[in-house]
C-alpha cells in the first residue's frame, strides 16, 4: 500500500458522522441476498466502531455513508447515503434498467458481471466451509458458469393490482412499481409486455399474479386470480384472452378454468433434443446455465 493509500484510509477512519443515525462503513464483500457488508469505521457512537453493517447497492472495496435502518445488536442494517470515495469501486457499473433501486427484482446490476459472479462463488465457497466441507471439496468446485448479465430469463410473474396495472413489488413490500420491460427478462417476454398493457384495462377490478414463459418461438402467460368470481367477470377475462393473447392458462381459486393455445413450453436442452414442460410448472430460469 503506498503512502497516498495509506493516508486515504486514515482520513476515513478518523471519519465521524455528523449524524447518530449515520454511518461511515468499510464494504467487504456482497452477501446473501446482494448486500455489500463491511465494518462501521466512523461512527458518532463510538461503541458501533468495529461492528458488520448491511448496506444494499455497494460494491467491495467501497467506502460509504449510510443511514442506519435497524440495529440488530450484533449487526446493522443501513441504507445508502453516499460513496465517500472517488473514483468508487472499479466494477461499479451504470445499470442499464431503469427501474433498478426501485423494484426488488435485482440486487447487483450496480456492479460490473464479472464481479457478480466472483461474489455469488465466494458466497458458495463460505457456504460449503461453514457447514464443514473439507479444503479438499471445496477446493475442486467450479466456477460459476457464466451466462448473459441481461435478457437471460425465461419466465417472469408480475403483479397484478385492481388498477390494471402490473409490475414488481419493492424490496420488503407490497408496493407496486409499475414496469414496461424488465432488461433481464426474455426479448419475447419483452414484446408480450408490450401487449399486456391492452389485456389488464380489460379486466380491471381483481388482484392476480401474471406468469410469463417464454421459449424458442412463443410465450405463454399463466394467470392466476386466488379468490372466487362471478360468471360474468371469468366471462370478460377469456373474452379479453382471446382477444388480445395467443396462448394463456386461466386459474381461479387454484382451478384451471380456461386455456387457449398452446399450454405447454417446448425447450431444446441438447441440439435435436427438446424439453416438452408444462407452462406454470417449475423450470430453471435461466436455461442455458442448466
Do not use: W
Not at 461512527?43 to 458488520?52: F, K, Q, T, V
Not at 430469463?153 to 385492481?162: F, G, P, S
Amino acid at each position: 500500500m503506498d503512502n497516498n493509500q495509506k493516508n486515504k484510509e486514515a482520513d476515513l477512519l478518523q471519519l465521524k458522522s455528523s449524524n447518530l443515525d449515520e454511518v461511515i462503513v468499510k464494504i467487504r464483500n456482497i452477501s446473501f441476498g446482494g448486500e455489500g457488508v463491511g465494518e462501521v469505521i466512523g461512527a458518532r457512537d463510538e461503541a458501533m466502531l468495529g461492528i458488520s453493517c448491511f448496506v444494499p447497492y455497494t460494491a467491495r472495496g467501497e467506502a460509504v455513508r449510510a443511514r442506519i435502518q435497524e440495529n440488530k445488536g450484533t449487526y446493522l442494517k443501513a441504507n445508502l447515503v453516499e460513496i465517500l470515495e472517488e473514483p468508487a469501486s472499479p466494477t461499479r457499473v451504470e445499470p442499464l434498467c431503469s427501474y433498478f433501486q426501485k423494484c426488488g427484482g435485482c440486487e447487483l446490476q450496480h456492479i460490473d458481471y464479472q464481479a457478480q459472479l466472483e461474489a455469488k462463488f465466494d458466497l458458495l465457497v463460505g457456504s460449503l466451509a461453514s457447514s464443514k466441507f473439507s479444503q479438499e471439496v471445496i477446493s475442486n468446485v467450479n466456477k460459476i458458469i457464466p451466462s448473459t448479465p441481461y435478457h437471460y430469463r425465461k419466465r417472469i410473474t408480475l403483479h397484478l393490482n385492481q388498477n390494471g396495472q402490473y409490475g414488481f413489488y419493492k424490496t420488503n413490500s407490497r408496493v407496486l412499481v409499475s414496469i414496461n420491460k424488465c432488461e433481464i427478462a426474455d426479448k419475447k417476454i419483452n414484446d408480450i409486455l408490450l401487449v399486456l398493457r391492452s389485456f389488464t384495462e380489460k379486466i380491471k377490478g381483481i388482484d392476480a399474479s401474471i406468469l410469463i414463459e417464454a421459449d424458442e418461438s412463443k410465450t405463454v402467460i399463466v394467470i392466476k386470480i386466488p379468490e372466487r368470481l362471478q360468471s360474468n367477470k371469468i366471462s370478460e377475462i377469456k373474452d379479453a384472452i382471446d382477444k388480445d393473447l395467443a396462448h394463456a392458462l386461466l386459474f381461479v381459486s387454484g382451478k384451471l378454468i380456461y386455456s387457449k393455445g398452446d399450454n405447454y413450453l417446448q425447450h431444446e436442452v441438447i441440439k435435436g433434443i427438446s424439453l416438452k414442460v408444462p407452462a406454470g410448472s417449475f423450470a430453471q430460469v435461466n436455461l442455458n446455465v442448466n
